[in-house]
């Protein structure tokens, strides 16, 4: 039955496409349309509840399917500073949604609903039970109660009888709710999803842009990784569908590679020369993911770690017939528009951290160096010649060190930096006018110890820049 059902599924797709394409042509003829008459038919008229609107793939989906005319309604757990003209944006937190009643009123007059909530990893107010069982569940129920016509949950590629990890069990356990049901449904279960906005992309290419790479197992895990376009394609072309049940889906590109053979493609389509790649074995990498996961935001968790050492892989053949083509190809994921910004965007992610790190080891190696295994009586000698001597020229010289130090540890430890990054500008730049007032001398010295305070201070400028809200946090 499973089979004879996918089968007329792929023939109701086929002919929903054909006649899509054919409206489409029609209706781009028609000249005597105004821009203030939208033009609107079956494809076009659906009421769409989107969950996780301000995510990777649902913001993608929220832009696809308005500008495909439908209605969308952007479920968010915060309220965006932007939000997309014409969209209806409403605040739901899946810890507040547990039971169907809670979800009846946010499903009025809703024909499709796609959820693409998920977590990667659980934080105190964020649990896999929460989002991804007890809030779906009730979701589904409450789809069930109402009538939605379709339900599009976007799972997880390995949450099947063989899955391990907290992750996808919580996702294996929320399509069988739904597969219980009687309820048109597709179960999306994607494998890695590239989009050049994705968290996962950004970790991705920062990793395949360093020059020296050490990976678990050389990274000769196989994956099989998909554009976000294809995934948004195929969610458009499932939208008018209406199943006689549940389908499960495994969403995946055309590939099957090893994550080393992934990073290889994607740096060489950013521009980038060869990199040297090392292998961990087991127990190490098992060790630096423990650490991991209690290092906030870190992708390399015990739990990302078990994912990957499960080769997740899938046939595709049902994904095509549906997408209506072979998805794109891993060597045409970048384009040469997009190769420029995330080569930028992949080296800022480790040299801004790399800078941060060099700059606190000047502060603080200085104010170690100026505690007394630079020889004291030498240090005084030079606070002599700015006209400080006995407990002036002690205060001057300690303080200056402990003020260094200080310096150097708030640049490795304070998530918020701007203040601090103007504080030693302002320091620097005070260093450099009373030196070159006392000791202009120090400008021709070969050494150029005051030469070398302009790249410090452009280097600390720039970090300064690049804070939030101005740019990349440089974590």
Not at 323 to 334: A, H, Q, Y
Not at 386 to 406: E, W
């Amino acid at each position: 039955m499973t089979n004879l059902r996918i089968l007329l599924l792929r023939i109701t797709a086929r002919l929903a496409g054909t006649l899509h394409r054919a409206f489409k042509r029609q209706t781009s003829s028609a000249t005597h349309q105004t821009a203030d008459e939208p033009l609107l038919n079956e494809y076009s008229s659906m009421r769409i509840l989107v969950l996780g609107a301000n995510g990777f793939l649902g913001q993608r989906l929220l832009k696809a399917l308005f500008e495909s005319g439908h209605s969308v309604i952007a479920g968010v757990g915060v309220l965006p500073s932007f939000r997309q003209d014409g969209v209806r944006y409403v605040e739901i937190d899946f810890a507040q949604f547990l039971s169907a009643e809670n979800w009846i009123p946010e499903l009025e007059d809703v024909d499709v609903v796609i959820n693409t909530v998920g977590l990667l990893r659980e934080s105190k107010h964020s649990t896999f039970d929460i989002v991804h069982e007890q809030a779906p569940a009730a979701l589904f129920h409450a789809c069930q109660e109402v009538g939605v016509k379709l339900v599009i949950h976007v799972s997880a590629l390995g949450a099947d009888k063989e899955a391990a990890s907290s992750y996808h069990l919580s996702k294996r356990t929320a399509d069988d709710m739904l597969r219980a049901l009687d309820i048109p449904a597709f179960i999306l279960q994607p494998s890695l999803i590239f989009g050049p906005e994705g968290a996962s992309t950004q970790w991705f290419t920062m990793l395949s842009s360093l020059p020296l790479l050490i990976l678990p197992q050389r990274g000769n895990q196989l994956v099989q990784p998909i554009h976000v376009d294809d995934v948004t394609s195929l969610v458009q072309a499932l939208v008018p569908l209406k199943p006689a049940g549940v389908i499960t889906l495994p969403v995946a590109g055309p590939e099957k590679i090893t994550l080393q053979e992934y990073l290889a493609s994607l740096r060489k389509q950013m521009g980038l020369g060869s990199q040297k790649v090392f292998g961990l074995n087991h127990a190490l990498s098992h060790l630096l993911a423990k650490i991991g996961d209690r290092v906030e935001r870190s992708f390399i968790t015990s739990e990302t770690l078990n994912m990957l050492e499960r080769s997740n892989t899938a046939d595709i053949k049902d994904l095509s017939f549906f997408l209506g083509k072979e998805p794109r190809g891993i060597k045409d994921f970048i384009t040469p528009f997009e190769a420029h910004y995330l080569r930028n965007i992949a080296l800022l992610a480790w040299l801004l951290p790399l800078m941060r790190l060099s700059i606190a080891v000047v502060w603080i190696v200085t104010g170690i160096l100026s505690l007394g295994v630079f020889p004291v009586q030498d240090s005084y000698a030079l606070l002599a010649e700015l006209g400080l001597t006995g407990l002036p020229a002690a205060i001057a010289l300690y303080g200056g060190a402990i003020l260094d130090i200080g310096l150097g540890l708030a640049t490795l430890l304070l998530r918020k930096r701007k203040v601090l990054w103007i504080m030693q500008i302002g320091v620097i730049l005070g260093y450099t006018l009373l030196l070159s007032w006392y000791i202009p001398g120090f400008w021709l010295h070969p050494f150029g110890p005051l030469l070398k305070n302009i790249p410090m201070m452009v280097s600390i400028y720039f970090l300064l820049q690049m804070e939030r809200p101005y740019g990349i946090s440089p974590r």
